[in-house]
């Protein structure tokens, strides 16, 4: 029921991808632009292996004209990382993506409060000068995570990189977290077998 409203809130049917992806970003609450730019070049240097091409956009502009291969990824609470940490309960996923009758969906929500409270305890002094960078940093990396599952049309989990089960904060935040190689081949074998 959820994919049915999505689709038709945008007049979309669900894609088959190809080369080129939109991503569909939407956020529900505040965001630091400055996170948000360094969240699309995160992703961009992940997904810079997967040889596909991604072009972000904003609900309003695909909303006349929408392309043909497109995620939609949601961002709900706040996409800030403030000063004063406050209490949020940690349990739970980040981020999820929709699926129907076991079909993974090309549409995904990120937690940004639940991906906050991740990271935060694993910041230190100097980490808190470029908080912007951080949050962004590990919201390219579960937007990442998230886009796998979409790409390779699955629910599974890597052993290693980005697409592990979970990501500690620490994970989120390190100077590096790629793609490992089993999750380019779950990516290319499904986008090879719709072409």
């Known amino acids: 029921m959820r994919l049915a409203c999505i689709c038709a809130l945008f007049g979309l049917a669900v894609p088959a991808f190809?080369?080129?992806?939109?991503?569909?970003?939407?956020?529900?609450?505040?965001?630091?632009?400055?996170a948000i730019v360094e969240m699309k070049r995160e992703f961009a240097g992940i997904m810079k292996e997967s040889e596909l091409h991604f072009d972000f956009r904003s609900r309003e502009q695909v909303s006349a004209a929408a392309p043909d291969d497109l995620v939609i990824v949601k961002f709900t609470g706040k996409c800030v990382l403030e000063p004063a940490p406050y209490l949020y309960d940690e349990r739970g996923p980040m981020a999820f993506t929709y699926s129907?009758?076991?079909?993974?969906?090309?549409?995904?929500?990120?937690?940004?409060?639940?991906?906050?409270?991740?990271?935060?305890?694993?910041?230190?002094?100097?980490?808190?000068?470029?908080?912007?960078?951080?949050?962004?940093?590990?919201?390219?990396?579960?937007?990442?995570?998230?886009?796998?599952?979409?790409?390779?049309?699955?629910?599974?989990?890597?052993?290693?990189?980005?697409?592990?089960?979970?990501?500690?904060?620490?994970?989120?935040?390190?100077?590096?977290?790629?793609?490992?190689?089993a999750d380019l081949e779950r990516m290319h074998t499904h986008i090879q077998t719709i072409k």
Do not use: N
């Open 100 to 181: 129907t009758d076991g079909v993974v969906q090309p549409f995904s929500a990120v937690a940004c409060d639940k991906v906050t409270s991740a990271i935060r305890p694993a910041m230190s002094g100097g980490d808190f000068a470029k908080a912007d960078l951080m949050l962004g940093r590990a919201l390219g990396r579960v937007l990442a995570h998230e886009v796998v599952h979409m790409l390779s049309k699955s629910g599974a989990h890597g052993r290693d990189g980005v697409s592990k089960t979970s990501l500690s904060g620490s994970q989120l935040i390190a100077p590096e977290l790629r793609l490992g190689p």
């Open 18 to 34: 190809g080369e080129g992806i939109t991503i569909v970003l939407e956020f529900q609450g505040p965001r630091s632009e400055s």
